[in-house]
């Protein structure tokens, strides 16, 4: 299975030297856990898991990523405030590559006129 980010993409969003491998255990976890969540948002329109991983899906990914180790670390006030913006934006951009990459991309093949 190919990794939909790199440790060193989440690292360089958390700040965290690449060389430090304190935390590689817990990031490739929550990675494997925004991964599913990907999956399950483009299993309607492509095979999952993804065999090439387009960059957008990649950011998209290590901001998941990001957002969770923040979530997994602040206070239970400032994670209800922040929390769920940060998440609702990164989904939104997923959303938005989806009808991009497949919704509009489909309806422009089915409403082609080949006459």
Do not use: W
Not at 53 to 67: F, H, N
């Amino acid at each position: 299975m190919v990794d939909y980010c790199t440790l060193n993409q989440i690292k360089n969003r958390l700040h965290i030297p690449l060389e430090d491998l304190d935390y590689d255990v817990e990031l490739q976890e929550i990675r494997d856990d925004q991964e599913a969540i990907i999956d399950e948002a483009l299993e309607d329109y492509v095979a999952t898991p993804l065999t090439v991983v387009p960059q957008t899906i990649s950011d998209i990914c290590a901001d998941l990523c990001r957002i969770e180790v923040r979530y997994r670390r602040t206070s239970e006030s400032a994670a209800a405030t922040y929390y769920p913006d940060m998440r609702e934006a990164a989904m939104e951009r997923l959303r938005n590559y989806i009808r991009a990459k497949y919704v509009d991309e489909i309806a422009f093949v089915v409403g082609t006129d080949t006459s």
